[in-house]
């Protein structure tokens, strides 16, 4: 693996906030694999099977289950571990259950986001903190352009409201107790990710493996949706690279970046079914958006990434086939044999994406 553009993790003491999460796992396999000393504050996994189980990373890292609505305890467990960098991930990011629980929603999303901060206000040591909100925190009009990290921000569902509420409390923050601070910070906006080891409930590619899994037909709710579909392994690598960049440049401090595919990538999830298709055989799905009621979702969203690409030189590296190629791929291995070790399969997957990136001469790759 390329170790040179990531080597400032090496023997680095990092906090992964939501680590037993589908990003946060990933995420903190590559840190671990990095040579940080990885640290891990979350619940426990709340989907079975469980990525984070499977990879064994509570052998592998320092896991302690707490909630971030509990200030105190938080408080507590990140002045003890006084980390380098902090990737800020635990949230509640379903948007179904945002509807059936506003509150803990909100409470998780946008107060758990204001208790990090507050936890480092005083923090009298160097710190990198990366906070992971959404792009679904962009004030949603439908439109066909990208949204900009100087877009309106807003949402009509709890979810999207949550995250432009944290959004609006990490700017008060910044702007009232971090302007000489010596903790620099720097926020991740990204969504719609897809690839192994997600099993979260009502959520278009664990609804179709677990369905295919068991020879069944998939009911889809809305085929005509379009997302700006990206592997996991995307954003965690934009995360890394804004990190990587507020050590080395303070001028970034406090500024958002969106983490996404090109623009013109919006794909329906009709097509992405289609796609998925080709790699898992006897995949089978019925439309049944007509008979059943739904809340509200955008049909149409999409980021304009040219900040990042222009001022942390991160691009996405896979394109729409490949993306599928590699979830699928995952999956398929999962569920064909018991004997795989899916650690090694993750692994070997993080350092297929790190070569496709060098031979596409992305320069945080390269």
């Known amino acids: 693996m390329n170790l040179n553009y990531f080597s400032k993790f090496r023997d680095s003491k990092v906090l992964v ?5 589908f990003k946060g796992s990933w995420l903190s396999l590559w840190l671990k694999n990095l040579g940080a000393n990885v640290h891990g504050i979350s619940l426990e996994e709340i989907s079975n099977p469980s990525h984070f189980s499977i990879l064994d990373l509570k052998n592998q890292m320092n896991s302690d289950f707490v909630d971030i609505k509990n200030f105190v305890e938080l408080d507590n467990k990140i002045k003890s571990i006084k980390p380098d960098f902090i990737f800020h991930l635990a949230a509640q990011s379903l948007i179904g259950k945002s509807y059936e629980d506003p509150i803990n929603t909100f409470l998780t999303n946008s107060i758990g986001t204001a208790h990090v901060l507050e936890s480092l206000r005083d923090a009298n040591h160097d710190c990198i903190l990366v906070l992971i909100t959404s792009d679904k925190c962009y004030k ?7 949204y900009k990290e100087s877009d ?33 910070i720097g926020v991740g906006r990204a969504g719609n990710v897809i690839g192994g080891g997600d099993w979260a409930a009502n959520r278009i590619v664990p609804d179709c493996v677990k369905a295919w899994s068991n020879k069944k037909i998939v009911q889809i709710r809305n085929p005509s949706s379009t997302r700006p579909w990206q592997h996991v392994l ?3 690598s934009g995360y890394l690279n804004l990190a990587v960049q507020l050590y080395e440049d303070s001028s970034l401090h406090g500024e958002a970046f969106n983490f996404g595919p090109p623009e013109n990538r919006n794909y329906s999830v009709n097509t992405l079914l289609d796609e998925m298709g080709k790699y898992w055989k006897q995949a089978k799905w019925s439309d049944v958006s007509d008979n059943i009621e739904q809340h509200y979702e955008a049909g149409l969203l ?8 222009e001022l942390l030189k991160w691009e996405s590296t896979l394109d729409f086939n490949e993306t599928v190629k590699f979830t699928i791929d995952w999956y398929r291995q999962y569920y064909s044999d018991t004997s795989i070790k899916m650690n090694e399969v993750t692994l070997k997957q993080i350092e297929s994406y790190i070569n496709i990136a060098k031979e596409k001469g992305i320069l945080w790759a390269t």
């Open 302 to 309: 999409n980021l304009n990434c040219s900040k990042a690409e």
């Open 17 to 21: 906030t939501g680590h037993t999460g």
């Open 140 to 146: 949603n009009e439908e439109k066909v352009w990208g």
């Open 152 to 184: 309106i921000l807003g949402g009509k569902d709890p979810y999207s409201a949550s995250k432009a509420a944290a959004e609006n409390i990490i700017y008060a923050y910044i702007s009232s107790f971090y302007q000489t601070s010596k903790v620099k």
């Open 234 to 236: 995307e954003p965690i």
